[in-house]
């Protein structure tokens, strides 16, 4: 049994249908990413996960059904989010950004307070400053660090890299890195920047017009036609 | 003009312990409570019925109001503003609506004659020409330990940053493990309690009628108008231009006339900074 399990998954958006019938695993401990071009249904997919999105099909995670349950539920279960776009909190400093992610885990507070800071040592320095002001490398640490405070077994992380530079991509690639591998959490991510997802991804999963198309170790997808023509254009 | 100065600092305190909950409402739900006069009007009545009529003591009477606040607002939240909570125009209709209904339930059960309050804290301050009642100065005093209180809840407590949350960016709140519902509810239960609050002293401002609701929606929407925010020292400070510009009006022009600028300043701002002086909506 895997740790996350997505059967048979359609989403829906009033009528239309942005996934059909997705099925995917991720296994403990192990870093898996969903590639695929926008509009495919990678932040649809994620959404799911949290049950944001009215889905059929089947979502378990450690063997626990998410399904109809509530995204507080699923925060709960173990799940932490870090959304396209982020979706921080403008008017608040990072601490208090932070501190709002630790609502279901408010024991653990210091704890992760104090791995974020470790994992992100600019976010000590600017505890204060409205995330509203921050650079988009900046609010993608805190959006990372929030959803870290929940104490989460399954780290889902929507486009970590998009809009950074170089530099900061491989400052956030460590970062998930250290958290799988310290912290222990498993780590789903979507992305379009395939060297990126490779690099930091076991298990690769090709993700078009809502379906799974491909799916691999990282190894095996470099090397597939397929995606060496579409995402990389040779 | 001494005189003015405290008139206006007491009736600001007043107003902005008026307007403090509608605010609130608004930013984390975006919606506008047009029933918010009703919770002030109802505190004031639950007041008056504790103890000028059963002659329970001002402090359990005060204590009976907020209460009673707290429970309305938690009921017309949850039968009422839950279900529309996805068409702000239909709340406003709706709590409207509510608003007349009360009334009319307010004249069957007390009738429209006006009950005079007693003052909650008697006699008047007096000092080279400067007369202060007592009542309102007490007003001023409370409004300004609520206000400072709430501004250290919504800042320093889990649920005070779990409202703002929710007023600024209402899925973060929800992936973060947040109810967004509960942080409605609470809000609703917070924002009636202040209210009644508000209404008792209110009441015994002006008077215990079932009209008395109109005043103090006005004011809290002109304050939001004028503020543009759900910043509780925004709503303070506009609260004190609303209050002294009506002490100023009733004193150097005319009484009748102290709404009247009050309306004329929430079209000038609408006019002229559409989002408000703070340019804010979020908690
Ligand atoms: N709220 C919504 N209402 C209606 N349709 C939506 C909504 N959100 C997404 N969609 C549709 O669902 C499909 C998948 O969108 P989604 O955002 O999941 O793609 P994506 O892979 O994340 O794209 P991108 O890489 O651009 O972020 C698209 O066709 C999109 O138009
Ligand atoms: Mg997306």
């Known amino acids: 049994m895997a740790f996350l399990e997505i059967r048979n998954l359609d989403a829906f958006y009033g009528r239309a249908r942005s996934l059909h019938g997705v099925t995917l695993d991720v296994e403990a401990g192990r870093i898996a990413a969903i590639i695929g071009p926008n509009g495919a249904g990678k932040s649809t997919l994620l959404d799911s996960i949290l049950g944001l999105v009215r889905t059929t099909g089947e979502i378990r995670l450690d063997g626990v059904s998410l399904t109809g349950r509530s995204a507080t539920e699923i925060v709960r279960l173990g799940v932490g989010y870090a959304p396209e776009r982020g979706h921080l909190f403008p008017f608040m400093g990072v601490r208090d950004n932070l501190l709002v992610g630790a609502h279901t885990a408010p024991r653990d507070a210091e704890r992760n307070l104090r791995r974020v800071f470790d994992l992100f040592p600019v976010l000590e320095e600017r505890q204060n400053q409205e995330t509203g002001t921050q650079s988009g490398g900046e609010r993608q640490m805190v959006s990372l660090g929030r959803a870290l405070m929940s104490s989460p077994r399954l780290l889902v992380v929507d486009e970590p890299t998009i809009g950074l530079a170089p530099r900061v991509c491989h400052d956030i690639a460590a970062a998930l890195r250290r958290m799988n591998e310290e912290l222990g959490i498993t780590i789903l991510i979507t992305e379009q920047n395939v060297n990126f997802a490779t690099h930091l991804a076991r298990d690769v999963l090709v993700l078009e017009t809502g379906e799974i198309r491909l799916r691999g170790t990282a190894d095996e997808l470099m090397n597939n036609p397929h995606v060496r023509e579409a995402y990389f254009g040779h | ?283």
């Open chain 2, 1 to 283: 003009m001494t005189n003015i100065l405290i008139q206006g600092l007491a009736l600001s305190g007043l107003y902005a312990l008026v307007a403090v909950g509608f605010t609130m409402i608004f930013s984390v739900g975006r919606v506008l409570n047009l029933a918010h006069g009703v919770f002030l009007m109802l505190g004031g009545y639950a007041y008056y019925t504790a103890v000028q009529v059963f002659g329970i003591s001002k402090g359990a009477g005060i204590a009976i109001a907020v209460l009673a606040g707290a429970a309305f607002g938690i009921l017309t939240y949850t039968v009422l503003v839950r279900r529309l909570e996805h068409n702000p125009i239909a709340v406003e209709i709706s709590t409207l609506i509510l608003a007349v209904v009360m009334q009319a339930l307010i004249v069957v059960v007390y009738t429209s004659a006006p009950k005079s309050m007693w003052p909650i804290v008697p006699g008047v301050f007096r000092h080279e020409g400067v007369f202060v009642s007592h009542n309102i100065l007490a007003a001023m005093v409370l409004s300004w330990i609520v206000l400072g209180g709430l501004v250290v809840f919504v800042r320093r407590t889990r649920l005070g940053r779990a409202l703002r949350a929710v007023s600024m960016d209402r899925k973060g709140a929800v992936i973060s493990g947040i109810d967004p519902h509960r942080m409605s509810l609470a809000t609703w239960a917070i924002s009636g309690g202040l209210a009644a609050l508000a209404g008792v002293f209110f009441a015994t401002y002006t008077q215990l009628t079932p009209g008395m609701w109109v005043a103090p929606l006005i004011i809290a929407v002109a304050v939001v108008v004028v503020g543009g925010i759900g910043s509780i020292v925004g709503s303070l400070v506009v609260a004190h231009l609303i209050g002294f510009m009506e002490t100023v009006t009733t004193t150097l022009v005319a009484a009748e006339l102290r709404g009247v600028f009050t309306m004329v300043l929430v079209i000038v701002v609408l006019v002229i900074v559409p989002k408000g002086l703070f340019g804010r909506e979020e908690l």
